[in-house]
């Protein structure tokens, strides 16, 4: 069982920067894919970054390309979303999810069966 605890959210102007935390306990994400999701008011929850905790691969949505990073600290057991010029239409409850996926299959909901209980961005122009 891993238990996920998001934390970083809150108010952030456009242009401005922001930091999102991903904490594991009760496990570590040794083996697992970790991935960044958000849900906008009224949307369908959208796949934002994916990371496997062992190895190289890292991938962004097109959407966020440029401008967010996911990364991570293995001393801490965390995964950060960096979240750099954000603009209005990124606000959203981000959400930190585990898994095992395919790598091809990293941005499906359905490939997550760890969730964390979600963190609000609210990005003002």
């Known amino acids: 069982q891993v238990q996920l605890v998001e934390s970083g959210g809150g108010l952030v102007q456009t242009g401005g920067s922001l930091r999102l935390s991903c904490a594991a306990s009760?496990?570590?994400?040794?083996?697992?894919?970790v991935a960044w999701f958000r849900q906008g008011q009224g949307k369908e929850r959208e796949w934002v970054a994916a990371?496997?905790?062992?190895?190289?691969?890292?991938d962004h949505a097109d959407s966020v390309k440029g401008r967010f990073t996911i990364s991570k600290d293995i001393a801490k057991n965390t995964v950060y979303l960096q979240m750099n010029s954000p603009k209005p239409e990124d606000t959203a409850v981000y959400y930190c999810?585990?898994?095992?996926?395919?790598?091809?299959?990293?941005?499906?909901?359905?490939?997550?069966?760890?969730w964390g209980q979600g963190t609000q961005v609210t990005v003002s122009s």
């Open positions: 999810a585990v898994g095992r996926p395919p790598w091809g299959l990293r941005s499906r909901i359905e490939s997550y069966y760890y």
């Open positions: 990371l496997r905790w062992s190895g190289g691969n890292i």
């Open positions: 009760g496990s570590t994400f040794s083996g697992y894919a």
